[in-house]
């Protein structure tokens, strides 16, 4: 069966430092993979999509990368803040080409001042 | 949360008692899902639904059912609630999949505790 992995370990930076942050998957080659930034107590919320062909995308201050051929994809946040600070989901298509995404177990960020 | 309401936020029911949880969307969006978020296994999906009367099984769907008899209401049933049932419970919703956005939109969570 399809499997993702994400650190468990909370990542611990400075501000203004880029935080990077991995997301690897096994068994299976999605046609997109997602990133979803969840605060304590409320849902995730929708940061950004990466299409199987695109290598990079990128939204403001955030960057995603998608290697295939590694079966990895990393999230970039460049100059940090405190108010980044969450945990961050990934999150692929289902290898039955159904209507379901899979998602990792999160990667939680802190942001030191 | 994108026009996502779940009912209650909180509950807490004791061994053997049914439970339903309500989700109710105004984005007229096709697909809705119940997701259970546990600490080390991350979300998890239990069912999902295309359409009014459409629903399917996700990956943990043991002692839970489903029903979608209208476009915005999703109801997540625990026939006899136990207590590996005590979980956050996370509605998603999202448009057409033939749509070039595939993402979901979550609601705030129902905290669930079964004593």
């Known amino acids: 069966s399809q499997k993702i992995e994400q650190n468990s370990e909370a990542l611990n930076i400075q501000e203004g430092k880029t935080a990077t942050l991995t997301c690897n998957y096994t068994?299976?080659?999605?046609?997109?993979l997602q990133w979803y930034r969840q605060d304590p107590g409320r849902g995730p919320v929708f940061l950004l999509l990466?299409?199987?062909?695109?290598k990079e995308k990128r939204k403001e201050r955030l960057k995603v990368t998608f290697d295939t051929t590694l079966k990895q994809s990393l999230f970039h946040i460049t100059a940090s803040q405190p108010a980044d600070s969450a945990t961050y989901l990934c999150a692929l298509d289902s290898m039955d080409s159904s209507y379901k995404l899979i998602f990792g177990s999160g990667t939680r960020l802190l942001v030191r001042p | 949360d994108a026009g996502i309401t779940q009912s209650p936020r909180h509950k807490v029911t004791e061994t053997g008692t049914p439970v339903t949880l309500r989700c109710h969307q105004t984005?007229?969006?096709?697909?809705m899902y119940w997701y259970r978020q546990d600490p080390g296994h991350g979300l998890r999906l239990i069912h999902y639904s295309y359409g009014v009367k459409d629903t399917d099984k996700g990956e943990v769907s043991d002692g839970y059912s489903v029903s979608r008899s209208k476009t915005e209401d999703f109801l997540l049933t625990l026939e006899s609630a136990t207590s590996s049932q005590t979980s956050v419970y996370f509605c998603?919703?999202?448009?057409?999949?033939?749509?070039?956005?595939?993402?979901?939109?979550f609601g705030s969570g129902t905290q669930l505790s079964v004593l």
């Open positions: 990466i299409r199987e062909n695109e």
């Open positions: 068994n299976y080659s999605p046609a997109y």
């Open positions: 984005e007229n969006h096709r697909y």
């Open positions: 998603a919703i999202s448009e057409d999949r033939e749509a070039t956005n595939e993402k979901l939109f």
